[in-house]
């Protein structure tokens, strides 16, 4: 299994260009989420899915768009970029919490965004 | 609502000496707790968690956190680190029901010095 993969590794973007995170697990996980850092913060949860066309917002939602069309595929757009949004972008997965073991949410390795 | 305290930014340490990375958290309702690690340029990796049961988990690389339901902590331990253990440490905590959410401290700065 290659567990959790991003697309791209690195990308700068102009203000005001969009752009869409790719997302995807080979794990057949139900649950998936998207976290940004910012330096000297912990995660933050912008967006997760519970399953294939639900999705809900986390805590720093604003700016950002999902979609869940697939088990495997959770893409994050963003449509206006702005230098606030400039950050290190994160994906998870993590089966339903039914019964011990499921809680684990595996991470990809990471989509680092300049926006200038 | 939950929240994750980590006190300290930066932990510099010898190498092979002992480390306690500290973890404090705050919630009205009965949750699972996790650290994780992050090495440089890379995603996070799961060390080790708390369900239930026994206070005291083991993890991967030699690490060991204590579940003090009393005094809100789960502090992260390793009786003697090695250079390859530094990274950025992250404590999380989620509920028992309800979201699926991770709630995320700061992060701990572990530096080992040879």
């Known amino acids: 299994n290659a567990g959790v993969t991003q697309t791209p590794k690195f990308r700068i973007l102009k203000i005001g260009q969009s752009m869409t995170l790719q997302c995807a697990q080979d794990?057949?996980?139900?649950?998936m989420y998207w976290y940004r850092q910012d330096p000297g913060m912990g995660l933050k949860l912008i967006y997760y899915s519970v399953g294939a066309g639900i999705t809900d917002k986390g805590e720093v939602p604003n700016g950002y768009n999902v979609s869940r069309s697939t088990t495997e595929d959770f893409p994050l757009r963003l449509e206006l970029a702005a230098p606030s949004q400039t950050s290190v972008y994160f994906c998870a997965s993590s089966r339903p919490r039914t019964g011990t073991g499921q809680e684990t949410q595996y991470f990809g390795p990471g989509t680092r965004l300049l926006v200038l | 609502a939950q929240s994750v305290t980590q006190l300290d930014s930066q932990v510099p340490v010898f190498e092979e000496a002992p480390v306690e990375l500290r973890c404090n958290y705050s919630s009205s309702v009965s949750v699972y707790l996790f650290w994780y690690v992050q090495y440089p340029n890379q995603g996070l990796q799961l060390l080790l968690k708390y369900l239930s049961g026994s206070t005291l988990v083991k993890g991967i690389n030699g690490f060991e956190a204590e579940f003090n339901k009393s005094q809100t902590s789960f502090h992260l331990r390793k009786p003697s680190v090695h250079i390859s253990d530094t990274a950025e440490y992250f404590c999380a905590v989620r509920t028992q029901t309800g979201a699926n959410n991770l709630f995320f401290g700061t992060g701990t700065r572990l530096t080992v010095i040879p």
């Open positions: 794990m057949n996980h139900n649950y």
